[in-house]
């Protein structure tokens, strides 16, 4: 059963809604986590956007660049 924009809509508004509240709950932490899983999340986002970058620039070179058919 296919959901009309409408329903789509007012399911995102409820969302946006409803998810500030659940994060802003106050909620006791049961666990650790480790300082330096930040420096490591950090490095893993970076290396992520560095190595796209370069792929994406390598493949934009290969679909703009000339061919020589001869």
């Not at 969302?15 to 490095?43: C, E, N, R, S």
Request: aromatic share 14%; glycine share 10%; no cysteine.
């Amino acid at each position: 059963m296919a959901l009309g924009s409408n329903q789509v809509k007012r399911t995102i508004e409820l969302g946006l809604l409803v998810l500030p509240l659940l994060l802003a709950a106050p909620v006791k932490a049961h666990g650790y986590t480790d300082p330096g899983i930040g420096t490591f999340a950090y490095q893993a986002v970076y290396a992520a956007f560095v190595g796209g970058t370069f792929y994406f620039r390598k493949l934009l070179k290969r679909f703009f660049s000339k061919r020589s058919d001869k």
